[in-house]
């Protein structure tokens, strides 16, 4: 039995300490946060579940084996660490720190210490990611073109990041777990129209082997869209997100393009064959993620999602960011 502590019960807390109480193998023994009202909801919900506003009576808890991190960006760094310090294995939101520096100490602290940090990448463990990422490995798709995505609704606006460190690390931990090159280079731009955070940006990164993604991330759309489009050289494929059944589709068109004997005339041929949509998992990502966490806590091993991983998403987002403070300046990674 993993013993666990959540700091953190705003939003998402609630699907942690719901979706750990629901494993065989772990159990929530306290909750922090800072707020009266999320205490009491705490207190509604799981009578038995230890209350506090102090994160120290979970960091120096004995009972306690690990702690999940479901707090702000800004403050995943002090409590991770603390909570190491502290021998405890962490679970942290995404993004997993506000930079590169805090996220590489972390990395070293916990190898130091010998305890796993797991990454919040939620999206990894859904059905559909899964999906795509065998298609993928078994070829289908054939040479990978491009990833395109498109992650917009009306809110929730953050009050200590802008949209890219909110929405972005989705789709940047995606891409880090379906393309196995490292990313070269990145380019975003956005706009802050509220509250001095980006709240609509673009972000291309650049891959070698002519792979190349972009993300279109908005807190100011009028319509809530999840929409992913990844071509290939052999197939195409869509994966809509919000679709209940069919969520993704492959496509079987494409373009092959061939020189005429003797003549130097491009001859192109359009592909238009059948559409298709697999079988893909109904499975709470959330839980199925928990599980594994608590699973490479029994058996000592490293998560897939581990802070390596979480690290290269902050990278991403760093590179990012200076490319948006230079309205589009290309930055290497
Ligand atoms: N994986 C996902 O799909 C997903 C979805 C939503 C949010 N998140 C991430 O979860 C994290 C939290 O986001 P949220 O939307 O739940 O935020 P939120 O503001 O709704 O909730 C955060 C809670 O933490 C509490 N808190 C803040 N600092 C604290 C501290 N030092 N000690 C104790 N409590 C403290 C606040 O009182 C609040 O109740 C962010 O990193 C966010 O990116 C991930």
């Given at each position: 039995?993993?013993?666990?502590?959540?700091?953190?019960?705003?939003?998402?807390?609630?699907?942690?300490?719901?979706?750990?109480?629901?494993?065989?193998?772990?159990?929530?023994?306290?909750?922090?946060?800072?707020?009266p009202?999320?205490?009491?909801?705490?207190?509604?919900?799981?009578?038995?579940?230890?209350?506090?506003?102090?994160?120290?009576?979970?960091?120096?808890?004995?009972?306690?084996?690990?702690?999940?991190?479901?707090?702000?960006?800004?403050?995943?760094?002090?409590?991770?660490?603390?909570?190491?310090?502290?021998?405890?294995h962490?679970?942290?939101?995404?993004?997993?720190?506000?930079?590169?520096a805090?996220?590489?100490?972390?990395?070293?602290?916990?190898?130091?210490?010998?305890?796993?940090?797991?990454?919040?990448?939620?999206?990894?463990?859904?059905?559909?990611?899964?999906?795509?990422?065998?298609?993928?490995?078994e070829g289908?798709?054939?040479?990978?073109?491009?990833?395109?995505?498109?992650?917009?609704?009306?809110?929730l606006?953050?009050?200590?990041?802008?949209?890219?460190?909110?929405?972005?690390?989705?789709?940047?931990?995606?891409?880090?777990?379906?393309?196995s090159?490292?990313?070269?280079?990145?380019?975003?731009?956005?706009?802050?129209?509220?509250?001095?955070?980006?709240?609509?940006?673009?972000?291309?990164?650049?891959?070698?082997d002519?792979?190349?993604?972009?993300?279109?991330?908005?807190?100011?759309?009028?319509?809530?869209?999840?929409?992913?489009?990844?071509?290939?050289?052999?197939?195409?494929?869509?994966?809509?997100?919000?679709?209940?059944?069919?969520?993704?589709?492959?496509?079987?068109?494409?373009?092959?393009?061939?020189?005429?004997?003797?003549?130097?005339?491009?001859?192109?041929?359009?592909?238009?064959?059948?559409?298709?949509?697999?079988?893909?998992?109904?499975?709470?990502?959330?839980?199925?993620?928990l599980?594994?966490?608590?699973?490479?806590?029994?058996?000592?091993?490293?998560?897939?999602?581990?802070?390596?991983?979480?690290?290269?998403?902050?990278?991403?987002?760093?590179?990012?960011?200076?490319?948006?403070?230079?309205r589009?300046?290309?930055?290497?990674?």
């Amino acid at each position: 039995m993993v013993k666990f502590g959540v700091i953190g019960y705003g939003y998402w807390g609630p699907n942690i300490v719901r979706n750990l109480n629901q494993l065989e193998e772990a159990k929530v023994l306290a909750v922090c946060d800072k707020s009266p009202a999320a205490r009491k909801r705490v207190q509604k919900a799981y009578p038995q579940v230890h209350v506090t506003t102090d994160p120290g009576e979970l960091m120096t808890s004995t009972e306690i084996d690990a702690l999940a991190v479901v707090t702000p960006v800004w403050t995943h760094y002090d409590l991770a660490k603390t909570a190491l310090e502290n021998g405890k294995h962490i679970f942290v939101e995404k993004p997993f720190t506000s930079n590169t520096a805090q996220a590489e100490e972390l990395i070293n602290l916990a190898a130091r210490k010998n305890l796993k940090i797991i990454m919040d990448h939620t999206f990894l463990f859904t059905g559909a990611v899964q999906k795509i990422a065998q298609l993928l490995k078994e070829g289908t798709l054939g040479k990978l073109y491009y990833y395109d995505s498109m992650r917009v609704n009306l809110g929730l606006f953050q009050h200590d990041v802008n949209v890219l460190w909110d929405l972005a690390p989705h789709d940047l931990s995606i891409m880090d777990h379906l393309i196995s090159e490292d990313p070269e280079a990145v380019v975003a731009t956005g706009q802050t129209h509220l509250n001095g955070f980006e709240d609509v940006a673009f972000i291309t990164v650049y891959f070698p082997d002519k792979i190349i993604a972009h993300i279109n991330v908005n807190w100011l759309s009028p319509v809530k869209v999840r929409t992913t489009l990844i071509g290939g050289e052999k197939k195409m494929l869509v994966w809509n997100d919000l679709e209940a059944d069919e969520k993704i589709k492959i496509y079987d068109r494409g373009i092959e393009v061939t020189n005429q004997q003797g003549l130097y005339n491009l001859l192109v041929n359009y592909r238009s064959g059948d559409m298709w949509s697999p079988q893909v998992k109904q499975i709470e990502a959330l839980h199925q993620e928990l599980a594994y966490f608590v699973d490479c806590i029994v058996k000592n091993q490293t998560p897939m999602n581990d802070g390596k991983a979480g690290l290269r998403v902050v990278k991403m987002l760093e590179a990012a960011s200076e490319s948006l403070r230079q309205r589009g300046a290309l930055v290497y990674l």
